[in-house]
């Protein structure tokens, strides 16, 4: 690459003036910001919490209604008790490619598809498709069922196709 034609700001461009442009300024800091549900300062006495017992201190056993605990800071080591959850590891599962794989029909549908019937073949085509990602994902049962179905697909677009072939022929004969 070329250093000399390499990109360059246009003449009179000032960086400063357009950084701050992207963002506005962060707001100013404030030490103890008075708004509701922030901690008083250190050293303010807290408001009382529900059923009156101060933020910050532990509630007596059974003084709070089921499921609702207490807002505000615990002291260290005096949490509710609840029950504990244990999470287990992920357990991945793959699938391996079937090693008798079920027929897919692929070329069948792409034949019917082009010479016999084009919608009927198209569905058939995308059965074998599904058939070939089910093999590959090592699911008999679904490939066997699309395998089935693209088949039963290609057999009728033949028949389709056959019969309208047969008719043109008559018709081309019969109408000379």
């Not at 027929?103 to 085509?125: K, N, Q, V, W």
């Amino acid at each position: 690459m070329d250093p000399s034609k390499a990109s360059a700001p246009p003449p009179g461009w000032n960086h400063d003036d357009k950084a701050g442009m992207a963002y506005p300024p962060p707001p100013p800091y404030q030490d103890h910001p008075q708004h509701p549900g922030a901690y008083p300062p250190p050293g303010a006495v807290p408001p009382s919490g529900p059923a009156g017992a101060p933020m910050g201190q532990p509630y007596p056993q059974g003084q709070y209604p089921q499921g609702q605990y207490p807002q505000g800071q615990y002291p260290q080591g005096q949490y509710p008790q609840g029950p504990t959850v244990m999470v287990q590891p992920a357990v991945y599962v793959t699938h391996t490619p079937l090693i008798n794989s079920v027929p897919d029909y692929l070329g069948y549908s792409i034949f019917t598809m082009l010479c016999c019937c084009l919608p009927i073949g198209i569905a058939a085509l995308i059965y074998s498709i599904y058939t070939r990602d089910a093999n590959n994902q090592g699911n008999r049962p679904m490939a066997e069922k699309n395998s089935a179905t693209a088949r039963k697909l290609n057999h009728a677009a033949l028949g389709i196709g056959l019969t309208l072939l047969i008719l043109y022929i008559i018709a081309t004969i019969v109408l000379r």
